[in-house]
């Protein structure tokens, strides 16, 4: 529809009409079993409501929804498309590592392929837009919801922002949006805009204080490279930024994310995070709240009334002018225009694609893939890869579980994700196995799916359980101890004070050890943890996150050495909670510590290092790689020249296995007019090696890669000296220097 049809539309709808396409419906008024993320206080629709409104949340299945979209169209006055929406995070049915653990791979493009994938069966299901990716900076392991960003770095999630946008979208055309008309194509909605990752105490919706070059410097970044991308919508974050929550946030909205980085798609809130401005305590009442949201430019009210019950009021009042509800209601229109809604108001829903595209075989071997990719061993004194897997136990309550997708894989079986007993006799392993301990936590676990019951035992099944596994490691060779955190351990609302793992699981790891010391550990996880007991007690460690629908067959072929890991940390793994939030791009200080100085005034601890157990960008393999000193082409670059200085190394795989290297670049301003990181990531290229074989790796250093925002608040580099680190971890010392002048 041409964009004179689409304004003529808009000009024919009444003030109510209007007002419901910035309303979104929540799939519980369409189906029992829909799952709720946030208070359900604030639903109270109309059956108005639901006939004018513009999207639906949750709701899939290309039947189901192609129904729903016809009846609704049927009723509509305009017969105006529903979008439909849901929180796809890493993976519809076939299900990919949680993206912490994507991160981990170093390897965008792989996850662009499958955000590809995830797009196509989300598309058969009907879906129209995707609440993916979450690009949020996250440094506090506290903090649940690490486990759907790709870590601590602006750089490393700046790159997976974009890769994941074009993986959903598709590139950008001409006029500067992507093709969605095209099958598989849908919409991203990058979240949660701004800072979310910053919750004080990593503490879930909690407040988020930050200066302005912190911002802007390391958390604005990954959300600006998602709107450079063509993100078609954007959702709000549930947090405080200087001291205005998000969704009523103009400075934030208006003259950041339209004005300065000119996005003009949709902005839609998060959970009932328009009707939280009252509990914030800069609304009033509902009304005030949805005339601060339309102030401040929020597009579409999710899972409230806000907008339904007061915007029409706030019009014909005059504290909302009808030409700013007609802008929002613009944007929603051209989105629905842009999926080819208004042609094809069912775009790609295909109930026989379902059967057949939907956790098929090749979607299955890039889930294989990725999450081989992401596994990232921390240590390996020589336990690793097993050579008798007729003499290994696999021990421990993951072993048979099939449990091992990510806490937002609300759409996935259980029963299509492979195990790690189903992956051993995939494999051909004759290991025994035994369960060893039940999941129980240590605290109360419910919500997204999980039942307090579902975690509690009996003390004499828990005893049999771990004599049962004490036996069995007596008699075996290696033990292979699948330990961490369970999928509901992690994700939204499920911040955590502490930080190690279970304790029955902890008491399984040493009686293990008693009659075994050749213990693997592999991991499970959402976010780091603290490993100081579980490494120093295993004589290898292979952290392999939630892995998705292939868990049990990629970590065999880890394992046995089919594959090398070639993982790298995304977050750094603290030495303790202590530390937390610890990252390797800290400021320096006028006190900064370095291991070893005995002189007690500096900044550290009296009890602990300063340092992480396991830094970021760290990670081992089966192979070994030597990195040749840094070779710069010139080392001064004039300034304002538009040049670059090539920095190149030459890699070459010293070991006798086939394996992959991430090679980091990372930068350090000597002297700059505000405090710098310590370094920072500015290039990675990941290369795949064989025994003996050798590579030049080269990066172009240019002057954008410098900029700052300096004390007079410009953003721009400034002259000076920089060092320049090359290696294969943020702690490498290979480094050279150049100018900028």
């Given amino acids: 529809m041409q964009e004179s049809r689409l304004k003529e539309l808009l000009s024919d709808l009444t003030i109510e009409e209007k007002v419901g396409q910035l309303v979104q419906i929540p799939g519980s008024f369409f189906e029992e079993d829909f799952v709720i993320t946030g208070p359900a206080n604030a639903m109270n629709f109309t059956k ?3 006939r004018l409104a513009g999207s639906v949340l949750s709701v899939v299945g290309a039947e ?10 049927d009723e509509h006055p305009h017969h105006i498309p529903l979008l439909f929406m849901a929180d796809i995070i890493n993976g519809y049915r076939t299900i990919f590592p949680v993206p912490l653990a994507q991160g981990a791979s170093f390897h965008p493009a792989l996850s662009k392929k499958a955000a590809e994938v995830a797009a196509l069966e989300s598309a058969y299901a009907g879906l129209h837009l995707l609440f993916s990716p979450m690009v949020d900076l996250s440094r506090d392991a506290r903090w649940g919801r690490v486990m759907e960003s790709t870590g601590e770095d602006p750089y490393l999630n700046s790159l997976f922002a974009a890769a994941i946008v ?11 949006h992507p093709a969605l008309t095209e099958k598989g194509r849908l919409s991203a909605c990058v979240k949660h805009f701004a800072a979310y990752g910053g919750a004080i105490g990593g503490r879930d919706y909690n407040t988020v204080e930050l200066s302005e070059r912190t911002l802007r ?4 970044p990954s959300y600006q490279a998602a709107v450079e991308a063509g993100t078609e919508t954007v959702m709000t974050s549930f947090n405080v930024l200087n001291r205005i929550p998000a969704s009523g946030n103009r400075h934030l909205m208006r003259d950041i994310l339209r004005q300065e980085w000119g996005f003009d798609g949709v902005l839609i809130s998060d959970w009932a995070a328009i009707a939280e401005l009252v509990s914030h305590g800069i609304a009033e009442d509902q009304k005030e709240a949805a005339y601060l949201a339309m102030q401040a430019g929020v597009d579409i009210d999710m899972c409230t009334r806000c907008y339904a019950g007061n915007l029409k009021e706030l019009v014909e009042e005059g504290r909302i002018p009808e030409t700013r509800l007609d802008e929002a209601v613009l944007r929603v229109l051209r989105l629905k225009n842009r999926l080819g809604l208004f042609e094809d108001p069912f775009k790609d829903a295909d109930a026989s694609q379902e059967k057949t595209y939907i956790l098929c075989n090749e979607n299955r071997k890039l889930s294989r893939e990725a999450a081989a990719e992401s596994f990232v061993l921390l240590k390996n004194e020589g336990a690793l890869p097993l050579t008798d897997t007729d003499s290994t136990a696999f021990i421990g309550p993951f072993t048979d579980s099939a449990r091992i997708n990510g806490a937002w894989s609300i759409f996935a079986g259980e029963k299509d994700a492979v195990s790690i007993e189903a992956g051993i006799k995939n494999a051909g392993f004759s290991s025994k196995t ?7 936590a240590d605290y109360p676990l419910q919500g997204m799916g999980g039942k307090n019951a579902d975690y509690l035992s009996d003390e004499k099944e828990e005893e049999a359980l771990l004599q049962e596994a004490v036996r069995l490691a007596g008699a075996c060779e290696t033990v292979v101890l699948t330990l961490g955190e369970l999928n509901i351990m992690t994700g939204e609302a499920a911040s955590r004070g502490m930080l190690d793992i279970p304790s029955k699981q902890q008491r399984l790891l040493r009686e293990i050890y008693k009659v075994n010391q050749n213990i693997v550990t592999v991991l499970f996880t959402g976010r780091p943890l603290d490993l100081r007991e579980v490494s120093a007690l295993s004589k290898a460690l292979l952290v392999v996150w939630q892995p998705g629908s292939e868990g049990g067959n ?3 072929d880890v394992l046995s050495g089919k594959v090398s890991p070639s993982g790298k940390l995304p977050m750094s793994f603290p030495y303790c909670v202590g530390q937390v939030p610890v990252y390797y791009n800290e400021l320096s200080t006028g006190r900064r510590y370095r291991e070893g100085d005995p002189n007690k005034f500096l900044s550290k601890y009296i009890d602990i290092p300063n340092a992480p157990l396991y830094p970021f960008g760290f990670g081992l393999s089966y192979s070994a790689f030597a990195i040749s000193e840094i070779m710069l082409d010139r080392d001064i670059l004039p300034m304002g020249s538009g040049e670059s200085i090539h920095a190149s190394v030459t890699v070459k795989n ?3 296995r086939e394996a992959a290297e991430v090679v980091q670049l990372y930068i350090r301003d000597e002297v700059a007019s505000t405090a710098r990181p310590v370094r920072a990531l500015k290039g990675i290229e990941k290369v795949f090696l064989k025994p003996g074989e050798e590579k030049k790796v080269s990066f172009a250093i240019s002057e954008d890669m410098l ?4 004390a007079d608040d410009e953003f721009r580099a400034e002259k000076g000296d920089f060092t320049i680190y090359i290696g294969n971890s943020s702690e490498t010392e290979n480094a050279a220097r150049f100018s900028l002048s």
């Fill in 554 to 556: 990629a970590i065999c």
């Fill in 48 to 50: 108005e409501d639901l």
């Fill in 217 to 220: 410097e390391e958390y604005l």
């Fill in 434 to 440: 035994a369960k060893g301990c039940l999941f129980s």
């Fill in 64 to 73: 189901k929804l192609t129904d729903i979209q016809k009846r609704f169209m």
């Fill in 654 to 656: 010293t070991g006798e």
């Fill in 166 to 176: 074009e993986g959903y979208q598709g590139g950008k055309g001409a006029d500067g």
């Fill in 707 to 710: 900029r700052l925002y300096g």
